[in-house]
């Protein structure tokens, strides 16, 4: 269970997004603008703070700014209302880990909030021996088995924690861009899905039977050929992960336009955002069927 700070002002959308975290076990202290939220994190840091972008006092870009200036290792998600995209991209370039757009609440809010304090609490584990593992490489061959991409994620955060001198909310940042772009080579890439169809909207939701349409469509021909590679590399310059997968669709999408209110609930296009919010250089190959992502300066020196 972790203590989440909830900073939200319409009350519909408070109700909403509480219940949905105390169904998943959290401890939820709620505020109503952002000043509120600040005081409340200078009083009793919580583990996660979930927040609204436009809110009275302080709005959330402001926010996340404040509490990035005091504390690196305070995870901080947006949700995000049409015609607040612009604002949204603030945020994650000023430190949000992530982002759910609010028509999307119930399928991604408590998906997101476990996928990032998983993220905090093994990068935790090597705090003490952040920059010890000196240049690591390695190579995973991935299944189409979205149950893979987690600790994948996870045991790459954990390398990240031992190899470099990023903070906890960059690891975090990165593992969330590497999940989304795992993602879509397993799911748009060798399984050819599209976002139309149902069972996108139900693969986040938690419940094994919907995995098992992805397992049942992953064990036919010709998809079960079909593999996701993810090669990383650390060294003292940047560090590099080249992704992979062996279908004819691609790894993003640029209908909608990226930015708009469209691409951002799109979870091929909300994939993107993150990828090239989070990430310092985006190298496409192969006729968009492989990626290499660059995060500059990363070792320990």
Known sequence: MAKILLAEDSATHTALMRSLLEQDGHCVDCVVDGQLAWEAVQASRPDLLVTD??????????LIEKVGRVDTNLPCIVVTARG??????????????NFVPK??????????????????????IFHDFSGHLESPEFSVELPNDISA???TVLYIVQTLAAATGLS????IRIGAALSSALFNAMCYGNLEIKDEDP??????????????E???????????DRKVLLKVSVSADDTRFFISHDGPGRLTRLTPAPGTSESFEIEQCRGFVLMTSFMDDIIFQSGNSSVVLVKSETQVT
């Open 199 to 212: 069972v996108v909207s139900r693969m986040f939701e938690g419940d094994e039977c919907n995995n098992d």
């Open 103 to 124: 028509n999307s609440l119930q399928k991604l809010l408590n998906h997101v909030v476990r996928q990032t304090l998983a993220m905090a609490e093994v990068n935790a």
């Open 168 to 171: 906890t909310i960059q690891r």
């Open 214 to 224: 992805i397992r049942e469509r992953a064990s036919q021909k010709p998809y079960c």
């Open 84 to 97: 607040s995209e612009g604002l949204a991209v603030d945020a994650l370039a000023v430190g949000a880990v």
């Open 149 to 151: 991409i987690e600790p």
């Open 53 to 62: 972008l436009r809110m009275p006092e302080l709005n959330g870009c402001e």
